[in-house]
């Protein structure tokens, strides 16, 4: 049996019925103004003395999601000429995409599913590309609690997550209920979690926890459960249904083209807006060749902003992507039944692998080609800064630098690396469209929420 593309009765990337139905994206929901045709990118290159201004509006540190709506935002509304720097070769941040050699489309820096409970981002984002609607599932290789042996199970644990795990037949959200109550262990005398692991006991119980999240939280933290904050496990997803699609928002798409086409729609024939690559812009004011600005919007890391003052670095966890090209698969054009499949276990040292064929937005055709690229994940102390480590210490440093933020003036500190918070995209584009608010409200470029009242971790 062929083991993708990863589909059900409603179509590739689509979960079945009455799941499916709470997807609000409709196919062919958006513009894609560049579309199929080419487009030279005016605004786009790689940075040298000739080719920037003397002078901008705005001067804007990081070109992904943050910097880039920031932009965009004052260049449409005001008409404000932007320089944005950054220090890769590339636009998007964390986003971009590319189609490799071999003609998969690919993420550099780990897959990006698009997800939103905010009607205005959704709105906005259909401007700049076509959508097609997703709902993101996720397989898990367990091992049974019953013989031991693995099973590939949706996650977060659903129903059919239980029976196949545990042997029961349950069949009703009231049974399913029931078993987590029956399984469901709290601390004694009706006190807080202390720690992840008792926070974990607490939503899924011990045979889940172990099955599922314990070794696979060590293997994110390189620290188990009750080396944690409660806050890291605290929301763990439980499901009672047979919903098995990882993000509940209403509105789950993958850009038609890519991400990368969302920015280069965005601000890529902008005139108003000169992004540069390879350009670090502590370097270029090391060297004095910043142009002159009347405001800054920094999306890089804050304590890297204050390095100067020697105050202890921030903690963040890494990954590494070992990819995978496989000309020959087992069933001639996959290499795994879905498109994420996380690995739960000690058994094995990666988190997950990706296999990017299995998603709709794969040029044409690609589907039915052999060959496919995976990548497995490795969760790191070292390399890119991808997550905050939620711990006091960490939050305690995060606010003496965000102390000395709040007293700088013309500068405003935007977007996850800044805020040290995860965002989700959708988070990062709000946070950046409630800056230009303020803005446009008040003269200030500064967030309208604090990063922490965004919902992830
Ligand atoms: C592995 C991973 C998977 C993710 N998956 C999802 C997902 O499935 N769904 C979802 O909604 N979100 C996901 N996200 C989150 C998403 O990537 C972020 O919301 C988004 O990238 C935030 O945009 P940003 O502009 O704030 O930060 P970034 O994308 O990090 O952009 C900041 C930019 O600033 C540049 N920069 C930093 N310092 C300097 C400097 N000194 N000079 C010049 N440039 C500089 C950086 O190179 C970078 O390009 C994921 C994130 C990661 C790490």
Redesign the pocket.
Known sequence: MARGPFASSEGIGRAREPWSALNRALANDGVDAIGDGASALSSFATYEETNVRASYDVVI???????CVIAERLSRELGKRALV????AHVG???YDYVDEHGIRASK???????TKHERVWEYVKRFSEWIPFDHRVRGVVASAETGESKLVPIPPTMDTVNALFGTTISSEEEMEAWYKSERVFPADGAEPANGEEAALMRVGPRLYEAIFKHYTKKQWDKYPNELDASVLMRLPCRTSTDDRYFSDPWQALPKRGYTRIFENMIGNDPNVDVRFD????ELKRLGKLPKYDLLVY???ID?YYAALGMPKLEYRS?RFEEEYIEDTEDGLFFQEAMVVNYTGADVPFTRIVEYKHVPNQPEGRHEKPGTLIAREYSSAEGEP??PVPNPENRALYERYAELAAKEQGVAFV???ASYKY??????ILNALEVFDNFVETGALEPKRAPSAFGSA
């Open positions: 540190v990081g070109a992904g999601l943050s910097g720097v950054e220090r890769r941040g964390n986003c820096y780990g897959a990006h599913l698009f997800h350009a670090d812009f502590f999306t890089g890391q890297s990954l991808y997550y977007g996850r690396l965002f989700n995209m959708d988070e990062a």
